[in-house]
């Protein structure tokens, strides 16, 4: 190379390097616009606890520095995501701040092609199909999270900064770069306790290097003590994340582990993970990480190969350990996909060798899929974990209730993307390359726009059926700090959204035969004869959100405040008391085919005379119903026919408390899962003297 020469080389190259670093940040740029812009289609919380949980450790950061949830201390460990998203949670309105939290994890998640970029530019990738491969790491419908309050979008790009650092580590050891991957591990599992995993993976991965280039023990024998440093890191990690309690989640040691459900789960988990990626990339990932090991171009190929693969089955194995057979997990596993995105890439720059293996591999994946039933999979609560499924779901609905047509819709067009890439591989390699890229990053941005379609239809509804349309509507009513009274047949998602939504409810009181809808600190109550509540010995006072999902409240000495969809706000006027409680009566004017009504006097021991009014009708087209109503010394039944409306009251009569039995005949199942006897507004007490002398035994 000539004197003149050199320098233009040396010119072009930063040049190049230059519009790459460009290319790069505008990726990241854009990337985090439309994420920010798609999270607002997220209308509010949904899954649950989760969301809950990150969201009032952020808030109680925010606001005292401590990581507390209902005024406990949290025993939570993977703080990252809150104390990043903490500063939100100050500008003012839940609204705002909501949104403003799916910003910073937005821009978060954006920041992962910057890792895929360097660890492609590591493996010798060209530029331009390393940021073809940063680009394809936004594409995932996996950041349909970064609208959620979880900690995904915050751990999702220090997971690939600590494979990339990884295997730079094992590429060319030295201590800096070796504590550069420690810090990234540690930020990681501050994240997600789940990739402490990162660390023995990175020293697996690096006893096959060193097996493979036949230097195990020579390297232990000379470095023993960093084996052994390692060695004690590992174990600290395990012994602070999965081998004890995670805060709210159950430990490793404390998961049952059957094999045939392993098994099981891990082929789900895998087969809906590979389908999110239009199934193209990953046999030539296979075929790349085999090349990898097999005739490695350098060090740090075989490093990424050892990485990769330990990486895949350990994050394949959590979640399939902890998951269900029935359910995908690929929220804990779509962090895999840009490493086998740059295995692809390492077969595809090699020429597409094995070709036939390559075809073969499709045709079997093709038909896994043709012969798993994606939209039985995808069925109910099969969705919850996974953005693919909510795809199918949505696609599922627009097909009004075809799950075969969605299912033979999603397996076509797998199949075509990857038989076309197939046939252009065996004529032109380097078109195929891209054929294969497109088509895969094609796939993937299709399941995220029906992912997200999914999510917005779901967020709306649970938005509307427990929160309205003014969600933070008990904080607009400046009521000061209230309690919300839980009460039986609660629902988990109705209660947490009023918490998440109004910040002024700060407490959770729960009466007698209430769940916890959590494992967070809860306050139980007890009802004294008079109908009294107590709360740790002591009188409830003061505001309180009385929960009215599955059970209609009457209260005394309180003032109603305003109601939401399903809970209703008082304030006490001394101690609140109860004096119906209708358990079975639900908010939206159905009775359960079972109920309870339960009446408390307004003095202790005092006398109960009076009748509880029923407003009840049967939708045409229904079973005749029949109602009948028990207690310790009376009861009586009413007949209704279909399509009627009929009011009619149960005399009752006792001294202290009563319990009414109702029972009704079922007439349907609502779509979430409730029996129901007949349309019913809630029932109510009005005394009456006259009641007492009624006969024991009536039929209407």
């Known amino acids: 190379m000539s004197s003149i020469t050199a320098p233009l080389v040396v010119a072009r190259e930063r040049s190049a390097a230059r519009v790459a670093t460009i290319a790069l940040a505008a990726i990241v740029v854009v990337s985090a616009a439309l994420r920010t812009w798609a999270a607002t289609k997220h209308h509010g919380p949904a899954y649950f606890p989760d969301e809950y949980i990150y969201t009032e450790l952020s808030r109680s950061l925010a606001a005292t520095g401590h990581p507390d949830i209902r005024g406990a201390a949290s025993h939570f460990a993977p703080l990252l995501a809150p104390i990043l998203t903490a500063p939100a949670w100050l500008a003012g309105s839940v609204a705002t701040d909501y949104h403003l939290a799916q910003a910073i994890d937005s821009l978060c998640a954006s920041l992962a092609a910057v890792p895929v970029y360097v660890l492609a530019r590591t493996l010798r990738i060209s530029r331009v199909l390393s940021l073809a491969a940063a680009a394809l790491a936004l594409a995932l419908p996996g950041l349909l999270y970064t609208g959620f309050m979880l900690s995904e979008p915050v751990a999702y790009p220090l997971v690939l900064a600590t494979v990339?650092?990884?295997?730079?580590?094992?590429?060319?050891?030295?201590?800096?770069?070796v504590a550069l991957f420690l810090v990234f591990v540690g930020l990681a599992s501050f994240a997600r306790l789940q990739f402490a995993v990162?660390?023995?993976?990175?020293?697996?991965?690096?006893?096959?290097?060193?097996?493979?280039?036949?230097r195990l023990r020579s390297t232990l024998r000379t470095h023993w003590r960093a084996a052994a440093g390692l060695a004690v890191a590992t174990a600290a990690l395990a012994a602070a994340g999965p081998g004890r309690s995670t805060g709210y989640y159950p430990s490793f040691l404390h998961v049952g582990f059957h094999p045939t459900n392993v098994l099981s789960s891990l082929a789900l988990n895998s087969l809906v993970l590979v389908m999110g990626t239009g199934l193209v990339l990953v046999p030539g990932a296979l075929l790349g990480a085999v090349s990898a090991f097999e005739r490695p171009r350098g060090r740090a190929e075989l490093a990424f190969g050892a990485l990769a693969v330990t990486v895949t089955l350990a994050l394949l194995l959590q979640a399939s350990i902890y998951g269900d057979t029935n359910l995908a997990q690929t929220r804990y596993t779509f962090y895999l996909v840009p490493l086998w995105a740059l295995a692809f890439l390492l077969y595809a720059d090699r020429g597409w060798p094995r070709r036939r293996f390559f075809a073969l591999l499709i045709v079997g994946l093709v038909t896994v899929t043709l012969a798993t039933p994606l939209t039985t999979v995808a069925f109910g609560h099969g969705k919850v974990h996974s953005p693919e499924l909510f795809a199918i779901g949505r696609l599922e609905d627009l097909f009004h209730g075809n799950a075969g047509a969605a299912s033979s819709l999603v397996v076509v067009v797998l199949a075509g993307v990857s038989l076309v890439v197939v046939a252009i591989s065996f004529v032109k390699p380097r078109v195929a390359t891209i054929a294969a890229l497109v088509g895969a990053a094609g796939v993937m941005v299709a399941f995220s726009l029906g992912a997200y379609s999914f999510d917005a239809r779901n967020t709306t509804n649970v938005r509307n059926d427990f929160s309205g349309p003014t969600p933070s509507?008990?904080?607009d009513l400046h009521a000061g700090p209230a309690k919300m009274v839980l009460t039986p047949d609660d629902l988990v998602a109705d209660s947490l959204e009023q918490l998440f939504w109004n910040r002024s409810v700060d407490r959770v009181v729960l009466l007698p035969g209430t769940a916890p809808v959590d494992t967070l600190p809860v306050e139980h109550s007890r009802i004294l004869s008079d109908g009294t509540v107590l709360v740790a010995g002591k009188p409830l006072t003061g505001a309180a959100l009385v929960d009215q999902y599955g059970t209609s409240v009457q209260v005394r000495n309180a003032v109603r405040l305003g109601s939401g969809p399903t809970s209703t706000l008082y304030r006490a006027h001394g101690s609140l008391a109860v004096r119906l409680l209708a358990i079975g009566q639900y908010h939206d004017q159905w009775l359960a085919s079972r109920a309870v009504v339960a009446l408390w006097p307004a003095t202790s021991g005092g006398r109960l005379a009076g009748r509880v009014v029923f407003r009840v009708g049967v939708p045409a087209g229904a079973h005749p119903v029949v109602l009948r109503f028990r207690t310790r010394v009376s009861h009586m039944s009413v007949s209704l026919a279909p399509g009627s409306d009929r009011t009619f009251s149960v005399p009752v009569c006792a001294t202290g408390t009563l319990t009414l039995l109702v029972q009704g005949t079922t007439t349907g199942e609502l779509q979430d899962g409730r029996l129901?006897?007949?349309?019913?507004?809630p029932p109510r007490f009005v005394a009456d003297p006259a009641a007492c002398p009624a006969s024991p035994s009536k039929s209407a």
């Open 164 to 177: 990339c650092t990884g295997v730079r580590a094992i590429d060319r050891p030295s201590v800096r770069r």
């Open 198 to 214: 990162l660390l023995p993976c990175f020293i697996v991965a690096l006893g096959l290097v060193l097996a493979r280039e036949r």
């Open 473 to 475: 509507w008990v904080d």
């Open 676 to 681: 129901v006897s007949v349309r019913s507004l």
